[in-house]
């Protein structure tokens, strides 16, 4: 038990309560902060025999694990050398269903996706009110048009029959014309030149028998058989008779010389006047029929193009109602984007959704034959060539296998992810299975290996005993009870194994894993001349070098030391040196 003793020193406090306090509390703080820094040394001096302990412990394990390292005794193997890449199974044939309705359409109906349909089933119905909307004033627009049609072929038929009648009118004219010219010239001049002939005879007949009554008037008045009145009066016949004579050859003379001629002029004129009018009622009736015609070929082509349209529009609403052209179930479209989910929503293919014209909704893919499309990096696609066969394995299929042949290599590179990594350049390539009886759905993941070449007994080491370092390949040789880095040269690289062109032989051993002691072992590459502290020959940067380079694939994970699928070795956690990370073989 230990017993506290107050000093009356450490009680007593200033007058005040609240003032400076005295020695004895001064006294009390110093030997606090004296405890805590005693106690802060104490700890510092603990995790620093911690550490120690740590590192003691760690160093122990490494030396056990040196002295327990897995060997390999190198010789020939045989082995494939495969692409591993994963890709998604899709149907060989396939029918594309597309909106056929002219700009923008609401699905206001869909098929469930998977539904297995048959040929003429319904698919999707789009909404149609503004269509059928159009389609009644159309509709309207016709019956006018075909009224408006039907009135210029009547009127066309009114003017042909007009113009036919102003035709006959005039070549009667100009027969009646011709008619009169004729009976003129050889009827009515005869008759009046005779009528003029007659007058002339008559007159002189008539001065005749005055001359003689006058003489014997003369006679008579000499023997006073007549008085002078009665003389007188037969002379006054017979100078009346003269100037009828006269008057007679006068007339004659004007009618030979002015009114022959005038009348002769006259009834030409009114010939060629009829023959001048029968061309003008020609055309004139030709230009009234060429515009009544005009006008009936506007009406018949308005109307026809009013019938276009509504076909058209009719069309649009029977394509409002999209069915199966074949037999197969049905997939959504997701090739640009839309399909049941999208980013945004957009392009989504749902009832309420907004489609446009030619755009392509849903596939019927025909599962009797499939293909598997896979993605092939650039740097890879020189091992690829078409014809070569290759197995896959289709996920939810557990223990199932299928045979393929690559029949398809694409020619530029796929710039659908482009957005997420521009320097990324795949090339599609597809995979074309064998006929099987398991049914296969398009759209599930599938796991290709494609058969590059197969080596055989070859020189060869796994590939998880090679690393790599200023841009060259080691291997670790045990000889004699001491390790030592080797640089090798490597031929086809499989998954398992690499094949040695140059740098070991036939029953070395090689280690397995290693320690980082053992990577240190590997020499630094020499510093480029004009340029301090850069390797000649450095390590490959990019998955091309690396692939030239002889890289093996990292596609399966490998124990202890093996290469990690980013391309870097699967080191000690306590190792990140940069200079001493390898990459892949």
């Not at 075909?146 to 036919?164: F, G, H, M, P, S």
């Not at 006259?266 to 020609?282: G, H, I, P, T, W």
């Not at 945004?344 to 599962?367: F, S, Y």
């Not at 290996?449 to 590939?463: G, S």
Request: aromatic share 4%; hydrophobic share 35%.
């Amino acid at each position: 038990m230990t017993t506290v003793v107050s000093s009356p020193a450490t009680e007593t406090r200033s007058e005040s309560g609240t003032g400076t306090p005295r020695p004895a509390e001064r006294v009390r703080g110093r030997r606090g902060r004296s405890a805590f820094f005693y106690v802060g040394i104490v700890c510092i001096i603990g995790a620093i025999g911690a550490a120690a302990s740590w590192a003691t412990a760690r160093w122990s394990a490494t030396a056990g694990q040196e002295a327990d390292v897995r060997k390999y005794t190198v010789g020939p193997q045989t082995f494939n050398v495969v692409l591993k890449e994963k890709g998604e199974l899709k149907a060989a044939k396939s029918t594309d269903v597309a909106c056929e309705v002219e700009g923008r359409s609401t699905i206001i109906w869909l098929v469930e996706e998977g539904t297995a349909v048959k040929e003429g089933d319904l698919l999707v119905e789009l909404a149609s009110d503004e269509i059928e909307d159009r389609i009644r004033q159309e509709e309207l627009k016709e019956a006018n048009a075909i009224t408006a049609y039907e009135a210029a072929k009547t009127e066309l038929e009114i003017q042909r029959d007009k113009n036919a009648s102003d035709v006959r009118k005039a070549d009667l004219e100009i027969e009646l014309k011709q008619l009169e010219l004729e009976r003129y010239e050889k009827g009515d001049w005869a008759q009046k030149l005779k009528d003029a002939d007659i007058a002339i005879q008559e007159a002189e007949m008539m001065l005749e028998r005055r001359k003689q009554d006058f003489d014997a008037a003369q006679e008579l008045l000499t023997r006073q058989f007549i008085t002078q009145t009665e003389y007188d009066e037969d002379e006054f016949n017979y100078n009346k008779a003269i100037w009828e004579v006269d008057k007679a050859n006068s007339a004659r003379a004007v009618l030979e010389k002015y009114t022959h001629v005038a009348d002769l002029r006259r009834k030409q004129s009114d010939l060629e006047e009829a023959q001048k009018e029968r061309e003008r009622v020609a055309k004139n009736a030709e230009a009234e029929e060429t515009k009544k015609l005009r006008d009936v070929e506007g009406k018949r082509k308005e109307l026809e193009l009013i019938q276009d349209q509504l076909a058209k529009l009719r069309l649009q609403k029977q394509k409002c109602r999209i069915t199966a052209p074949t037999r197969g179930f049905v997939v959504y479209y997701a090739g640009d984007g839309g399909g049941r989910f999208s980013m945004g929503g957009e392009g989504q293919i749902k009832e309420g959704a907004e489609v446009r014209e030619r755009q392509i909704l849903m596939q019927l893919p025909d599962t009797s034959a499939m293909v598997v499309t896979v993605r092939i990096h650039e740097a890879k696609t020189d091992k690829l060539e078409s014809g070569q066969h290759a197995t896959v394995d289709v996920e939810g299929l557990p223990g199932k296998r299928f045979t393929g042949t690559v029949t398809k290599i694409a020619v530029l590179a796929d710039t659908q992810n482009r957005w997420l990594n521009p320097d990324l350049k795949e090339y599609e390539t597809e995979i074309t299975l064998d006929p099987s009886d398991v049914p296969l759905k398009p759209g599930a993941t599938a796991h290709a290996e494609i058969l590059v070449e197969t080596v055989t007994d070859r020189l060869a080491v796994p590939v998880q005993s090679i690393y790599a370092k200023t841009g060259k390949r080691y291997v670790f040789r045990s000889r004699g009870g001491e390790i030592q880095p080797v640089p090798v040269t490597l031929g086809p690289i499989g998954t398992e194994w690499a094949q040695i062109d140059e740098g070991l032989a036939v029953n070395e051993q090689i280690l397995l894993a290693l320690s980082d002691d053992h990577k240190r072992m590997i020499p630094d590459a020499p510093a480029r001349a004009g340029v301090p502290g850069m390797p000649e020959n450095h390590a490959p940067t990019s998955e091309a070098q690396r692939g030239q380079a002889g890289a093996a694939p990292a596609e399966r994970p490998r124990e202890g030391n093996a290469p990690r699928p980013d391309g870097r070795k699967r080191g000690p956690r306590g190792d990140r040196s940069s200079s001493t990370r390898p990459t892949a073989p």
